[in-house]
Nanobody, 119 residues
Framework: QVQLVESGGGLVQAGDSLRLSCAAS????????MGWFRQAPGKDREFVGA????????LYADSVKGRFTISRDNAKNTLYLQMNSLKPEDTAVYYC????????????WGQGTQVTVSS
């Protein structure tokens, strides 16, 4: 069983930076595709970005390109989301997720961490 725990959310002002962490356990972390998603109240879940595989490429949503950076430390079983130049529209609950490379669905999810960006 794979368990994911997000941390690092909080209340910040527009233009500030924040780093989220996702600690993984119960699986072979390096073998998973790891992604970040977010969901604002009343909105659909939105893809933020993903680390496709160990040593692989990073994919970002257009809305966060140039501002957010995903990194992955396989030795520490941790995925990071560095968020810079935060905007009010970035306000959401951020979720870490994992899937196998041969699957198309993220089937492991963390509990989420709230990020609120004030104007």
């Amino acid at each position: 069983q794979v368990q994911l725990v997000e941390s690092g959310g909080g209340l910040v002002q527009a233009g500030d930076s924040l780093r989220l962490s996702c600690a993984a356990s119960g699986g072979t972390f390096s073998s998973f595709v790891m992604g970040w998603f977010r969901q604002a109240p009343g909105k659909d879940r939105e893809f933020v970005g993903a680390s496709m595989w160990k040593g692989g490429s990073i994919l970002y949503a257009d809305s966060v390109k140039g501002r957010f950076t995903i990194s992955r430390d396989n030795a520490k079983n941790t995925l990071y989301l560095q968020m810079n130049s935060l905007k009010p529209e970035d306000t959401a609950v951020y979720y870490c997720a994992a899937r196998f490379p041969y699957q198309s669905v993220y089937n492991y999810w963390g509990q989420g961490t709230q990020v609120t960006v004030s104007s």
